[in-house]
């Protein structure tokens, strides 16, 4: 009784900050959640998160409140020499280190997400020998990537993402992995954006949380405050992301 009291009162606050809302909020820098995504480009598990789960970060909005770090680089192996082995062979070895060189060429994540989501789209469609089509349905120059990986450059990329990898605590299992705010998922991972509008600390409600709050509530972890009205903006280029996305889908 008492929660169903609590979870119609914090709607109802939810609504009336939503009226309320000042034009001019902003949420900063520092109450963002660090979202981090340890994964490979050729499994079918993350290829599923990324194009079905990670894509909800936009959908609602919260990307607004999110620090989002992708890893692509999963159970790969280094050996000798700096070599690096990867669990699907070379293919994804390959595409994990055309992802990491599209992260560095184009850093805001409005920029190389729909690359990499594109490509993860094609492994979730069992065609991603099709990779390279996405320069074309992004309108992105290729140049710069190939330059990347041919120069070796990518390969650093690669062994900076395997020691980042390789330095979790608690070691990763399996991928993905997902880690939000510090705290490995484990198998919850599908519920990522649960954890997330928990971990985002107390003085906003954030509009994108509203379909989770009851999740959270439900676990019986803390719940947000309701109680001051702000609201993380949505993040200008969404739009545009969303449209580059659903262009060619
Ligand atoms: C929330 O606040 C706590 C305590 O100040 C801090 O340790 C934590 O990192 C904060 N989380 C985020 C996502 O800002
Ligand atoms: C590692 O590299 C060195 C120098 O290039 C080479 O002599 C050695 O044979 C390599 N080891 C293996 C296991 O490939
Ligand atoms: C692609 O980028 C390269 C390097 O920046 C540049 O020289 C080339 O003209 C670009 N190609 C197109 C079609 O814009």
Not at 64 to 88: E, F, K, M, W
Not at 95 to 119: K, M, R
Not at 134 to 159: F, P, Q, R, W
Request: proline content about 6%; aromatic content about 10%; hydrophobic content about 35%.
């Amino acid at each position: 009784m008492a929660s169903k009291y609590s979870s119609l009162l914090a709607h109802l606050l939810l609504f009336v900050c939503s009226v309320l809302l000042l034009p001019n909020s902003s949420s900063s820098e520092s109450t963002k959640v660090s979202v981090d995504l340890y994964y490979e480009t050729l499994c079918p598990d993350c290829s599923d998160f990324i194009v079905k789960h990670l894509i909800k970060l936009f959908d609602t909005g919260l990307i607004s409140a999110v620090d989002l770090n992708l890893v692509p680089y999963g159970n790969a192996r280094l050996g000798t020499n700096d070599t690096i082995t990867c669990q699907h062979g070379p293919s994804e070895c390959l595409l994990n280190t055309v992802e990491a060189c599209a992260i560095e060429t184009w850093p805001a994540l409005n920029d190389h997400f729909p690359f990499i989501y594109c490509v993860e789209s094609l492994v979730y469609e069992h065609k991603y020998p099709q990779w390279e089509s996405c320069y074309e349905k992004l309108g992105l120059n290729s140049t710069l990537i190939a330059e990347c990986y041919n120069s070796g450059h990518g390969k650093e990329l690669e062994l900076k993402y395997a020691a980042e990898t390789n330095a979790l605590q608690p070691p990763h299992q399996y991928v993905p992995w997902v880690v939000v705010d510090g705290q490995p998922l484990y198998e919850d991972y599908e519920n990522f954006l649960s954890y997330v509008c928990n971990a985002y600390n107390g003085t906003a409600m954030l509009k994108g949380c509203n379909e989770y709050l009851n999740t959270i509530q439900m676990a019986g972890e803390k719940p947000n405050d309701p109680v001051a009205c702000k609201e993380g903006k949505m993040p200008a280029l969404f739009g545009r992301i969303r449209s580059t996305l659903t262009s060619w889908m």
